[in-house]
């Protein structure tokens, strides 16, 4: 029972322009949300996060919006660049009932920057 | 200190032979958490330890792996008689519980192949 999903494996976009990753998850317990990149041979690293209190939470290129109602979350990165070309894994944890910060992780979508 | 670290970054063994690798989280998190990450897939949770105590354990986590974190600081996860389905790469991962939500820090994982 995949609980959070990407359904996009890959996506490609020109430098400069946008980029829209999104992610859908099921199960309605899920409070905190983030995004996790990743490089090959390296671990996730941590990118944004956003409470389930919120709809929207920007970090410089990076805005995360939450639709609760539609159980579903996006990543846009404006303007995007090369060195943004990774592995890019949408998570969740219901950290309010479970007091753990225990992870479901999707299946990762793999985004190319062009030059 | 620079991250969490994880050793052995590779290893190889032969099927039925046992493996233990050892990860060292950030000096002041309290938590710890082991994934297992497949190709294609996102990263799936196996364990986590709140400071020595071992707190909750997927049943992903067959009775062939063990998993200790003897004195709260470092953590080891051990295979016994590893199977051609064990090869993957095991992820560890450390938190500091502050409020509400928790933030994961991933370290560059041990890959693990079976042969």
């Known amino acids: 029972d995949q609980q959070v999903k990407q359904n996009s494996p890959s996506l490609s976009v020109q430098e400069g322009r946008i980029s829209i990753l999104n992610c859908d998850y099921t199960?309605?317990?899920?409070?905190?949300f983030l995004w996790y990149k990743k490089y090959p041979a390296e671990g996730p690293t941590f990118l944004i996060s956003i409470s389930s209190i919120k709809d929207k939470n920007e970090d410089g290129r990076f805005t995360v919006f939450l639709n609760k109602s539609a159980k579903h979350l996006s990543l846009h990165i404006v303007p995007s660049q090369p060195g943004d070309s990774a592995v890019y894994f949408c998570a969740a944890s219901d950290h309010g009932s479970s007091n753990t910060g225990k992870l479901i992780f999707g299946q990762g979508t793999t985004l190319q920057v062009k030059p | 200190d620079t991250g969490v670290s994880q050793n052995p970054r590779h290893k190889i063994t032969k099927r039925g032979q046992n493996v233990t690798f050892r990860c060292d989280p950030i000096?002041?998190?309290?938590?710890l958490y082991w994934y297992r990450q497949t190709l294609g897939q996102g990263p799936e949770f196996l364990t986590y330890f709140q400071n020595e105590a071992q707190l909750e354990k997927s049943r992903l986590l067959s009775d062939r792996f063990s998993a200790e974190r003897p004195k709260g600081s470092f953590s080891t996860l051990e295979i016994q008689r590893t199977e051609q389905g064990d090869s993957a790469m095991y992820l560890c991962?450390?938190?500091?519980?502050?409020?509400?939500?928790?933030?994961?820090?991933f370290g560059s994982g041990t890959q693990l192949s079976v042969l």
């Open positions: 199960n309605s317990m899920f409070d905190y």
């Open positions: 991962a450390s938190s500091y519980v502050l409020g509400a939500n928790e933030k994961l820090f």
């Open positions: 000096s002041e998190h309290n938590r």
